[in-house]
Structure formats: structure tokens, C-alpha cells
């Protein structure tokens, strides 16, 4: 399978403990995505990188998170300090600029990570 | 206001009905559109980009109004498969780069 992939895929952890989730990207994809969906809603935009740079972070993303994509291909985000609000599914995906259809490039999802602090 | 904003749901149609979506969107700058179908406990994937032009993929038309930044999907003959929720995106471009807002998503429910 040489899709976007997640792990863990369900994660449980007891309020303050800190916890760090793992996506590996489409190989040949140069971004990598990370959004947050809670039910009933949209995924909401965290931050994302273009190759091992981070382009942009949402406010919404508290110090206590933080994101790095060290040499350009798997990406890893950290919640620090976690707290009973931070649940929710933590999706990645990515999306390549390459090509004559750049700014209509699709994305792709893993399957998410879903958190659950108690 | 929100960036990306859509009808609330849910639709709850007979098969074969025809639904239509709606979206808005704040940023006039925007540039890209996507229509996005999430299943339950699933992660979201491409339905279909939407033209400037307007497109259509079999059952599926998706049209672009810039002038009233509004976006929409049009489904006809609706099928049991077609039971999702179906999100607005928008590309959001600024001095770093491009992001993709999502609306909250609309949830179709269709019965037989």
C-alpha cells in the first residue's frame, strides 16, 4: 500500500501526559498536511510543510503542539501537556506541487490517529 | 465569518432524488475548489475539483460563481451509496504558501 500512513491509529492517554503521532506521505509527495477533525465537524487546518519546511501554522495550534518533518518525508506531531480538549482524529495527508496541475493537487488522507484524553 | 461555510444539513432524500449543496467562501483571493465526500469514521477523499467553467462527473456537476464566491454540487438520481458527508474546500494562499480550508461538511442521507 503506497498510500498516506498513520500511527498510531487509536491512541488513549491520561490528561497532561504528552503523546506523538507519526505520518509517512505519498513518497513522491513534497507537502504533508496535518488537520484535526472533531464530530461534527470539517477538518480543521493545523499546519503544513513543504518538503522539511513549515510554511504555515494555524492559530489554532497551541504552543504545546508541534510539528517537524525533519528531512522532508515522514512528519511527526507532538502534543505536550495534553488536556481533555485535545480530543479529537489527528489526519494527515499530503499533496504534491509537482506537475502542470500543481495548485489543483488533490489530497491525500491516512486513516487518522484518534486521541482520547482522560 | 468562517473562510468556508456551508449549508448545515442534514438532507434526507428518497433514492433517485436530486440534492443540491451549497458553499461560500470569505477569501476572494482563493483560487482552488474541491468537493471532498468523508463516510462515517473515514478520512476524507476527492470527489472532484471545481472549474471555473463548472464540471461535471456522471452524476455529479459542480459549478464556480467567483463574483459571489460561492461554490455548489449537484447530485442526480441519487443513490444508497451516495449517503456521506460531503466537504467544501477552498485553497487559502498567502505570502508562505497554500493551505486548504475545509466548511464544516454536509451530511446527505439517502433512503430507499
Known amino acids: 500500500d503506497t498510500g498516506v500512513s498513520q500511527n498510531p491509529r487509536h491512541k488513549i492517554t491520561k490528561r497532561g501526559q504528552n503523546v506523538t503521532f507519526r505520518c509517512d506521505p505519498i513518497s513522491e509527495h513534497n507537502r504533508l498536511y496535518w488537520y484535526r477533525q472533531t464530530l461534527g465537524q470539517g477538518p480543521e487546518f493545523l499546519t503544513y510543510f513543504q518538503n522539511e519546511a513549515q510554511l504555515e501554522k494555524s492559530r489554532l495550534l497551541s504552543d504545546r503542539f508541534s510539528a517537524e518533518r525533519p528531512k522532508g518525508s515522514f512528519s511527526t506531531l507532538e502534543i505536550q501537556r495534553t488536556e481533555q480538549g485535545d480530543s479529537a482524529m489527528y489526519l494527515c495527508?499530503?499533496?504534491?506541487?509537482?506537475?502542470?496541475?500543481?495548485?489543483?493537487?488533490?489530497?491525500?488522507f491516512g486513516n487518522g490517529t484518534r486521541l482520547t484524553v482522560t | 465569518r468562517k473562510e468556508v461555510e456551508q449549508d448545515p444539513g442534514p438532507f434526507n432524500v428518497p433514492e433517485g432524488a436530486t440534492v443540491a449543496f451549497n458553499c461560500t467562501y470569505s477569501n476572494s483571493a482563493s483560487q482552488s475548489f474541491f468537493w471532498y465526500r468523508q463516510d462515517c469514521r473515514k478520512e476524507p477523499k476527492l470527489l472532484m475539483s471545481?472549474?471555473?467553467s463548472g464540471n461535471e462527473d456522471g452524476r455529479f456537476t459542480a459549478q464556480l460563481n467567483r463574483a459571489s464566491q460561492y461554490i455548489s454540487l449537484l447530485i442526480r438520481d441519487s443513490k444508497l451509496s451516495d449517503s456521506a458527508t460531503y466537504l467544501c474546500v477552498v485553497t487559502h494562499f498567502n505570502q508562505a504558501g497554500t493551505a486548504l480550508i475545509f466548511g464544516k461538511g454536509t451530511t446527505l442521507s439517502v433512503s430507499s
Open positions: 471545481v472549474y471555473s
Open positions: 495527508a499530503s499533496s504534491s506541487t509537482e506537475g502542470p496541475s500543481a495548485y489543483n493537487s488533490p489530497l491525500h
